[in-house]
């Protein structure tokens, strides 16, 4: 706890330097929560490398042990057999888990997509010459990475098998996982998308982590999305989830146009 402490008020002035005005609730909320995940990969990433003890810090995980990120960056062909191994065999539940719903792929073709996406990550991207694993800065990152990866690597596998289905479009940038699309950036890009109490209901949600129970007895909130505060909790309950269905076809539309979907 003292480390936290002492992480979060080292630079917090500088990061209210940030804030030319006084923010909105759903945009300080998101921007701290942004800031202190930067703040403690750094840290971490930092006293992982220092000790050469890449658990510390580690928090549950089915994998069975993290991996040096360092040993992971050259590219395939040069790598450590044995890096390499430990690689697969930490991907291999989670990209086989996400392989397991596509009931129409043969072994043969979910084996092919867990390859190829294994090798995807040492893939530069067009825009800036940089790989996954090149942007990764603790082990523990790599599966939700992964796990995109695989998704959308089976539906293109799938619609070369089924060329007539209407499956979304994947080109070959989305295959690749973006990280540092913080929900800071989205709000900052899609900031016209939803209004001030929309923005406020998905932040809640989404980033502070409330729970339903605990939004439906925001009277300031339901006041501001106009939902009656007279109205049952199963009502104030079902008006939500509305506004919410409502706020995130709105912002999927957004970040569509913007080019963070396919």
């Known amino acids: 706890m003292d480390t936290v402490v002492e992480l979060l008020t080292a630079g917090f002035e500088r990061f209210l330097d940030k804030f030319d005005d006084l923010p909105s609730e759903s945009e300080f909320l998101a921007a701290v929560t942004t800031w202190a995940r930067e703040l403690a990969l750094d840290h971490v ?3 992982r490398e220092d000790t050469n003890n890449f658990e510390q810090f580690r928090h549950g995980g089915a994998h069975e042990r993290n991996l040096d990120l360092r040993k992971l960056q050259p590219p395939p062909e040069s790598m450590d057999a044995d890096e390499w191994a430990a690689l697969d065999e930490a991907l291999r539940p989670c990209g ?6 596509f009931k129409e792929l043969s072994q043969e073709d979910k084996d092919d997509v867990y390859s190829k996406s294994l090798t995807e990550l040492y893939r530069p991207r067009q825009r800036d010459g940089l790989s996954p694993l090149d942007q990764i800065r603790v082990f523990e990152e790599v599966f939700p990475f992964f796990s995109r990866i695989v998704h959308f690597a089976a539906k293109r596998q799938l619609r070369k098998l089924r060329p007539s289905a209407e499956l979304e479009e994947v080109d070959e940038e989305s295959l690749q996982f973006q990280p540092g699309l913080t ?3 989205i709000q900052f890009e899609c900031a016209e998308s939803l209004t001030g109490p929309e ?3 998905v932040t809640r949600k989404f980033v502070v982590g409330e729970t339903d129970t605990e939004l439906i007895e925001n009277e300031q909130l339901l006041d501001e ?4 505060l007279h109205l049952s909790a199963i009502s104030r309950r ?4 509305e506004r919410m269905e409502g706020a995130l076809e709105k912002l999927a539309h957004s970040l569509k146009e ?3 979907l396919a």
Request: proline share 4%; no cysteine; charged share 25%.
């Open 225 to 228: 999305l106009g939902i009656g």
């Open 238 to 241: 079902r008006h939500l989830k």
């Open 45 to 47: 990433t930092k006293r």
């Open 96 to 101: 086989y888990a996400v392989l397991k719903p």
């Open 258 to 260: 913007t080019g963070h």
């Open 199 to 201: 923005w406020t209901l």
């Open 183 to 185: 929900f800071a950036r």
